[in-house]
Each structure stands twice: as structure tokens, then as C-alpha cells.
């Protein structure tokens, strides 16, 4: 058997990024790795990152974890999708949800047939097709063995990181309290060899895990491993979150709601709402940001709101000598399609494939390297679709993303929808077809022409089959309890 040269596993950071990366490694590589975990509670967490994907319930059935004691003790809710509100238009609201939009067939995908048919004057929303979405709407929720409902959770980020590092603990991760000052480098290779703690402790590894935050301590700071700045496409660059007493019953999914410089969130748990103001500094101050917070939310509020700045982009290298960076380290997109979280649960199962037992390999590091750059970016466009397909012009931050240069991946997506209404996704795309349709037509993208298999199948079948889907989803979700109410039954 080859010599395991990697065994020692050393994460610094324990927000929601360090514990998901601990729990994973520990859960599946326990029996081969010693893994530490260094944190300072005086340093604390971001403390946002509430609102999840449907990749989260996959990532705890691969951990092995109950969805019921998780539910209960991070205080989540359920989430069906996000609810865009002004987002093409003030006034405008449409929802992208995590469902099957229609039914397509091998010649094409639904929209064909849907734009065929409002063509023709019998086609409802597009929503109306979409079972998920219409539980959305309609507040309803229920999940079970005889429900097929594709879901996602609001988390409270704290809560989160102290299950999983009661998860990660009684599986052997050990924990050590205490700030990092240096990390000691080999002096020929340069890989990190200790990391040092205030109190002179050194914690030795193989394998250093980054996931201190924004600051990056050992991707950035210690090796310099570079950022690649993608502010020209996603120029918002801060966010106030509060945290206030919730209202009323907790609606199954995230609001986000576009002001004049940005947006704003809404993720309502068990225990209390999650707000926040996303904003662009160069087109709104500080003062106006807080104004329009405090103008828009509801409750009383329970922590008083600190702003927190950041910079869209990610590292050249997320894998850098024997150093890997999740979470914010890594890089960030704005949170408007709650995707960080989802980042860190695939690269660590990425990591646990590609692991360096025999030790550290650069083909395998560039290959690690080359997928979450591919992900980030495809990620990335998703987002700016949101802000490019604009057609607001009340002031000049919907102006300025309105005229913005975009990627060339993404121009050659809104082209090709606008040409034929053709959406495409790759096997490795974390947004599927339904995503992209759901968005670019959210967003008021009028395609010039579309698949003529509406009209190969001819209007009475399609008119038929169309009704069929819309009422066989209405009774599905006239059946359903009421999302607040399923939740208080499933926590009693
Ligand atoms: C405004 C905003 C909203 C967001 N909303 C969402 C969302 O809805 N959904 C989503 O998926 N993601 C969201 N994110 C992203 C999400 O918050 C993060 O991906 C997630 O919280 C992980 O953060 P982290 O663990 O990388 O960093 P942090 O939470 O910052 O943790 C860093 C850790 O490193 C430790 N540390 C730092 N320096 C030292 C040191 N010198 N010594 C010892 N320890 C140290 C800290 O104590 C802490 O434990 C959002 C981000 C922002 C900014």
C-alpha cells in the first residue's frame, strides 16, 4: 500500500464554511485523517448566509444527518424558491422557484410549447405549470414520503455552525480556541507548515483548510494567491443585515426585493426574519442605506445592524500548494441566488474525490482549480442576468447595469433566448433550464421566436394538455397545509 504522506488536516475557521468542510472530511475520511479545527470566538463569524439551495438536503443525507433534529435545532424554515420583487420593472414580481416548470419533451423544452400557446391566447402564466411555485404562492408546504416537492431550507447561520461542530465533534474533530497570527512556510516550497496562535501554540499539518472568512488568512495573506475582481459585472459591494421578530407566519420562501441601488432580503425562520440591504456604495451612502432599511422592515428589531463590505469576485487559485480556501475566502458572488453555501458542500466533496493521500500533485490541484473557477463563473452569470435584464431607468444604478458590459458566456445565452428562446444548461451547471427560463422571462426577455413543436403537436392536444398539468397542480396544492402550519406540526 502507497505511503499516506497527507493525514493531518488542519481548518482554520470555524463559520458555517470551516464546520461543513469539518463534518464532511471527518464524516467520510474520519478513520484516515487527524482533523483540527482552530477558531476565535473574539473574531466571531460574518453571521449571514441563512437562505439555501436544494444541494443542501442532498449534502445532509451524504452526512448521514436527521432533517428533523437539523430543522429543529437551527430553528429553519422551508424554502421553495426566491420571490423577485421590481427586479425588471417597479411593480413587477415574479418568482424563481426550485421546481419543473411544464413538461418539455426530447424536441424541446416546455417554453416552446408555452410560448406557442400565449401566442394562440390560451396559455396561463408560466407559474401556473409549476407545482413548486404554486406552493409558493399559495403559502402551502408538506414534505413526506407521498409528497415530490423540491425544497431548500432558511437556516440561522449561528445555530448551524454549532450543530455541525456537535456533529463534527463527537465524530473526532478536535477543536482549538484561539487567534491565528502567522502561518510558518516551508523555506524552499513555500507550503504552509504551522499556523501560530496568539499564545505561541503551533498547530502543525499536511493539509491547511482556509476558511477565516473575507480576510483569507492563509490563501491571501500568507500565500498571495490573488483575486480576480468581477466588481465590473456585480457592482454591489455592501450589506447591513438585522435580524428582527417575525410578523406573521413564515412564508416558504426568500424574498428579494430591488431598491434603487440594489436590493433587499427577507428569510423568515422559526424565531425570527433575517433582513438585510445588498447595495452599491457608488450610488447610495451609508445614511441613505440605513434609511431604507429601517423604512422597509417589520418587527422589532433584535440585533442592531453593522455593515459589512465586500467585493464580487474569487481567488485565481482556490488550491494553492498544500493550502485549500473555502467560503468567503474563496471568492464571493453576492448572495442574491443563496449560492455560497452550496459552494463549500460540493468542494468538499470534491476534495474528499480528489484527495492528496499520496500527497500533494499539481495536475490534480490544477484539476480541482479548474472546476470551481468553471462553477463560480457559470454561477456568476446567473447573477448578472438578474441586474442586465433590468428595465428600470429610475435611477442610475439600474441605469449603470442596465449599459454594463457582461460576460461573453452570458451575452451568448441572453442571445440565443432572445433569438429562439433556447436555454441550455452543462451536466456540470448548478442551474438547470428551468432556472434560466424562469428568470430571463421573470425578467421581461421576450424571445423573437421559439421551437414550432406547439404547433406540430396542434392546439386542441396542447391547449388539453396544458389545462390537465395546471389543474392537476391546483388540486395538489389546494391539499396542502399551510406552510406555517406544517412546520409547527412537524417541530411539536
Ligand atoms: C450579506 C451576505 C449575505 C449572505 N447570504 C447568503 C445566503 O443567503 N446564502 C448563502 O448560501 N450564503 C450567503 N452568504 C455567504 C455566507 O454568509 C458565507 O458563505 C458563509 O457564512 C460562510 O462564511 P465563512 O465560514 O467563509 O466565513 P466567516 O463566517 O467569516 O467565518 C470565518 C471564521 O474564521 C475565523 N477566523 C478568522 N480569522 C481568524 C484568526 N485570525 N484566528 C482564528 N480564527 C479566525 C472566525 O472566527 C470565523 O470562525 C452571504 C454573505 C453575505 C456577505
Same mark, same amino acid.
Given at each position: ?35 483540527? &479545527?482552530?477558531?476565535?470566538? *473574539?473574531?466571531?463569524? =460574518?453571521?449571514?448566509? %441563512?437562505?439555501? +439551495?436544494? $444541494? #443542501? ?106 450543530? &455541525?461542530?456537535?456533529?463534527? *465533534?463527537?465524530?473526532? =474533530?478536535?477543536?482549538? %480556541?484561539?487567534? +491565528?497570527? $502567522? #502561518? ?309
Amino acid at each position: 500500500m502507497p505511503e499516506q504522506l497527507v493525514k493531518r488536516v488542519v481548518i482554520a475557521g470555524g463559520g458555517t464554511a470551516g464546520w461543513v468542510v469539518a463534518a464532511a472530511l471527518v464524516r467520510h475520511l474520519g478513520p484516515l485523517l487527524d482533523v483540527v &479545527l482552530v477558531e476565535s470566538e *473574539e473574531i466571531g463569524t =460574518v453571521g449571514v448566509g %441563512e437562505s439555501t +439551495i436544494p $444541494t #443542501a438536503r442532498t449534502f445532509h443525507a451524504f452526512l448521514g444527518i436527521d432533517e428533523r433534529e437539523f430543522v429543529r435545532e437551527t430553528g429553519s424554515s422551508f424554502k421553495l424558491g426566491i420571490s423577485f420583487e421590481g427586479w425588471a420593472r417597479i411593480g413587477d414580481r415574479y418568482i424563481h422557484s426550485f421546481g419543473q416548470v411544464g413538461k418539455g419533451t426530447w424536441m424541446g423544452d416546455f417554453q416552446h410549447f408555452w410560448l406557442h400557446a400565449r401566442e394562440q391566447g390560451y396559455a396561463g402564466d408560466l407559474g401556473d405549470y409549476c407545482f413548486e411555485l404554486q406552493a409558493a404562492l399559495g403559502e402551502k408546504f408538506a414534505t413526506g414520503e407521498n409528497a415530490q416537492i423540491n425544497y431548500a431550507y432558511h437556516l440561522d447561520a449561528g445555530r448551524y455552525a454549532r450543530f &455541525l461542530r456537535g456533529f463534527s *465533534e463527537k465524530l473526532g =474533530v478536535r477543536r482549538i %480556541e484561539g487567534k +491565528i497570527t $502567522t #502561518a510558518e512556510q516551508h523555506a524552499e516550497s513555500g507550503h504552509i507548515d504551522a499556523i501560530v496562535l496568539e499564545s505561541g501554540a503551533r498547530v502543525e499539518g499536511d493539509l491547511f483548510i482556509d476558511c477565516t472568512g473575507f480576510r483569507g488568512l492563509l490563501i491571501e495573506q500568507t500565500l498571495k494567491a490573488g483575486h480576480e475582481d468581477w466588481s465590473n459585472w456585480l457592482p454591489t459591494d455592501s450589506a447591513l443585515p438585522i435580524q428582527t421578530a417575525a410578523v406573521g407566519p413564515a412564508l416558504p420562501y426568500t424574498r428579494a426585493m430591488a431598491h434603487t441601488a440594489g436590493w433587499q432580503w427577507r428569510i423568515p425562520l422559526q424565531h425570527r426574519v433575517g433582513n438585510g440591504l445588498v447595495w452599491c456604495s457608488a450610488f447610495m451612502s451609508d445614511d441613505e442605506a440605513q434609511q431604507t432599511l429601517h423604512a422597509s422592515i417589520e418587527g422589532e428589531i433584535l440585533v442592531q445592524p453593522r455593515p459589512i463590505r465586500f467585493k464580487a469576485g474569487m481567488r485565481r487559485k482556490v488550491w494553492d500548494k498544500n493550502c485549500v480556501a473555502f467560503g468567503l475566502s474563496s471568492g464571493f458572488v453576492e448572495p442574491l441566488e443563496s449560492t455560497s453555501i452550496h459552494l463549500f458542500m460540493i468542494g468538499v466533496t470534491r476534495l474528499i474525490q480528489l484527495f492528496p493521500f499520496a500527497g500533494l500533485n499539481q495536475p490534480l490541484i490544477d484539476r480541482y482549480n479548474e472546476l470551481a473557477r468553471g462553477e463560480l463563473e457559470r454561477i456568476r452569470d446567473f447573477i448578472v442576468l438578474h441586474y442586465k435584464l433590468t428595465e428600470r431607468d429610475d435611477s442610475s444604478f439600474w441605469r449603470h447595469c442596465r449599459d454594463m458590459p457582461i460576460p461573453d458566456s452570458l451575452a451568448e445565452r441572453i442571445e440565443m433566448f432572445r433569438e429562439n428562446a433556447h436555454a441550455w444548461q452543462t451536466p456540470d451547471d448548478l442551474f438547470r433550464i428551468d432556472s434560466w427560463v424562469q428568470v430571463m422571462l421573470g425578467q421581461r426577455l421576450e424571445p423573437k421566436a421559439w421551437h414550432q413543436m406547439g404547433q406540430l403537436l396542434g392546439d386542441a392536444q396542447l391547449r388539453g394538455a396544458l389545462a390537465d398539468l395546471k389543474g392537476n397542480i391546483r388540486r395538489a396544492v389546494d391539499g396542502m397545509p399551510a406552510h406555517q402550519d406544517f412546520l409547527d406540526r412537524y417541530m411539536a
